[in-house]
């Protein structure tokens, strides 16, 4: 398994995003929904980033540059690929690739119900501590706000 960064249209990427996307808009309400469509993460300036078994991408995640920060978005692993550290080796690699760019830190919004738990769980595994909402972000009952120093 490898990850690596996407710079041209990927069937398997869009597949995941797609997903990603139509799964973010049913769990959450419209107004506490944050998730970006491809086209979105792309015009933001956020680089995507797919790990691979072989021809199958397996999973993604994201990195949109925040000032001296980045911000993590669109996490996402295939269901099937879940329980096998799919999802750790990528936000394992996103840290790397954000420490490299000198970015200070790693702020991400996920959501703060039960089925963002697994997510939330990662991610604190992971040296990520809660915070207060950031950037454009405001208090909401529905997020959950987290940040790593690097």
């Known amino acids: 398994m490898i990850v690596e960064r ?3 249209p990927d069937a398997g990427v869009t597949a995941i995003l797609e997903r990603h996307h139509a ?3 049913s769990q959450t309400a419209e107004e506490s929904c944050h998730v970006m469509t491809a086209e ?7 680089t995507v980033f797919a790990l691979r078994d072989g021809d199958a991408v397996l999973g993604i995640g994201a990195l949109k540059p925040f000032g001296e920060n980045v911000e993590l978005k669109s996490m996402h692993v295939l269901d099937a690929a879940r329980g096998r550290g799919v999802g750790r080796r990528i ?16 702020y991400l919004e996920t959501g703060s119900k039960d089925h963002h738990a697994a997510a939330r769980a ?13 950037g454009d972000y405001t208090d909401d009952p529905e997020s959950a706000f987290m940040c790593r120093r690097l």
Do not use: Q
Not at 92 to 98: F, I, P, Y
Not at 122 to 134: D, I, K, M, N, Q
């Open 91 to 106: 936000l394992d690699h996103l840290v790397e690739v954000a420490a490299a760019s000198k970015a200070r830190a790693i």
């Open 6 to 8: 996407v710079d041209r």
């Open 23 to 25: 799964l973010m808009r």
């Open 122 to 134: 990662l991610y604190e595994r992971a040296g990520f501590s809660y915070c207060p909402p950031f």
């Open 40 to 46: 979105e993460l792309r015009a933001s300036g956020a």
